[in-house]
């Protein structure tokens, strides 16, 4: 009885797209207007999603209250409000594409979920681009 | 030439999460508000998806309109409006949790589905918690 | 520079439909499964939005803040996870109609929202279903 | 490090159900109101993901405006405000049940989409029901 | 305590804009792939508002059961996978843009809502485009 | 024959609340991490609404192509993935609220609807907050 649990969350953060090792040129030819030195921003809709057995004695598979607020002291607390290249250590060097932010969230979360259950993240940069990464 | 169709349903039920085998104490400090037992309440979305060939004449996997009514007369029927603990049979002594609900319902829908395809379940318990099962 | 200012909220709750003036035939006639003695639920979204000038020291028609948290103290606290019926006073004996549920979230937040911001309150019952009541 | 990369599209077209070896009566059987022969039609909305290594130099898996542009050429302007049973090659003879769009879709992208990279063609054809097909 | 209450439907289907009046080229020239002679279609979603007083026993400004039957029967009935330039005979010669059509379904429905109801329809033609008729 | 017609668009931008005849201190005391001073951002989306009479030879109340590209060149243009206090010219000394915004947008656009039609800017800040604009 495996079963996938889902919980939706989001943060505002500011960023721009660059590769440090490159020239400004470079990354103007390669990512255009998300390279701006000014920044822009998002607001960054996060589906964290567990997958393991059914507790018989809950009935779940893990408690979203304790998702929740690992969400929110993981990632909400570090990303919320926040200019991503500047303000989060983690992307001082790595270019914070949403590739990028996604593995990073996986990579906060996974040591603080049980190993018995998978992992997922989604992230939403826009409405209209997303991403996932299952730690593969 | 393996296709996942999906058709979205829904229904609004009351519910409280509870262990019949445990104290009102011990569901309490489990369950938090979710143990008050005079019920609240939720509008379940449920996404019901079959995969499987496309016949080569219909380019249906599966006629939407017989999944639709299959969903209605099995789902719909027995869960709308209803007190999931005190008015559907499988939840007499099962805690109605978001997972028990999506294996109830493929459990319901399995044996009516033809056996060449995967039945998937995905119900939404609010729109930011949601989960998924495969029968796996 | 009159903006009108708008912050969506939620709130689970069990009701059931019921005029307690009325024999139970008469109220199953009316109100037909929503009746159900037994209950049943929903996931209420509620938006609530205020209307005024621009202050022009802050650029606010109202700080947000401050609404999210009046929403959650009046609001939330008052109905989320309870029996509307059973549990919220106002409804002892006012049929919990989403109609009268916006008008009632109207009355408990009129007090506590400055006299020179109009209040609307727009509420949803299900995806498909929603009121809005100006206070007029 | 494979990340999955989803892009949101869509296109507005018409169509009708309809088995071109079948009688009309037999079409009206199996179709009902969908093989209007006056033709009816939608919004689809396509996502399309890609899944594959994150390039450690750019951050991305595929450059979204690349997609975006890949989509736009093959599927917008092949399919947006279209009647596909009359105006679309593929579907001269081939039924164009969601299915089957999903399918075409694929087959028009993959050529088009490094070879390291998996595809799978999502598609809404109402806000109910929905298509995957991941090319296996 | 005027309130207003809104039911949400939807129907598929097919058009074009045409003016009958004018030669080909002027209707290209004005609506552009819009005009093209096999038809385009849209997943149309209605938004039905009728604004009243509450009725003190009922706590209903209308049985939304009673509004849900009369769009099924007046609009969706008459609308939905139909081809509207061709088989709904409001548009043998009117022009189905979205204004155009928001007027007919008000038209419609009118005689049938009770006349100290004031009624408005809100009709979204894609996701990005909708329009809205009070009857003013 | 008045009816309203609204056009969906979308921007990503940078910004923080900042009122520069203020100190830090106050400025932080007054809009807490949103005026972090590295910035933050969000996906603003937008909906411009014109209201008028329909054309009785176009069936239109505005072309929406024309109000399209009006809201490509005046809003998207000048600000999809900038920093709005740094690179908008409007919000050099103003504060880039959500009010603030939608009334710089509803000035930028009203000389360029024709005088007939009136004019309502709705800016989403984030899913949960946003405003309405009308000109008055």
């Known amino acids: 009885m495996r079963v996938t649990v889902s919980r939706k969350a989001h943060f505002n953060a500011a960023h721009r797209l660059y590769n440090c090792d490159w020239s400004d040129e470079r990354n103007d030819a390669m990512f255009g207007k ?20 059914i507790d018989p004695e809950t009935g779940y598979v893990m408690d979203m209250k304790v998702l929740k607020d690992l969400i929110a002291s993981e990632v909400e607390e570090a990303f919320d409000h926040k200019n991503l290249n500047e303000q989060v ?14 593995v990073v969230i996986w990579q906060k979360l996974r040591p603080l979920i049980p190993t018995s259950l998978d992992l997922e993240i989604t992230l939403y940069e ?3 681009n997303y991403v996932t990464f299952k730690g593969e």
């Not at 250590?89 to 996604?102: D, H, R, V």
């Open 34 to 53: 998300c390279a701006n030195p000014h920044f822009h921003g998002h607001n960054y809709e996060l589906i964290v999603s567990v997958t393991g057995e």
């Open 89 to 102: 250590p983690e992307f001082k060097t790595l270019n914070p594409t949403a590739e990028n932010i996604s």
């Open 126 to 128: 826009t409405p209209r």
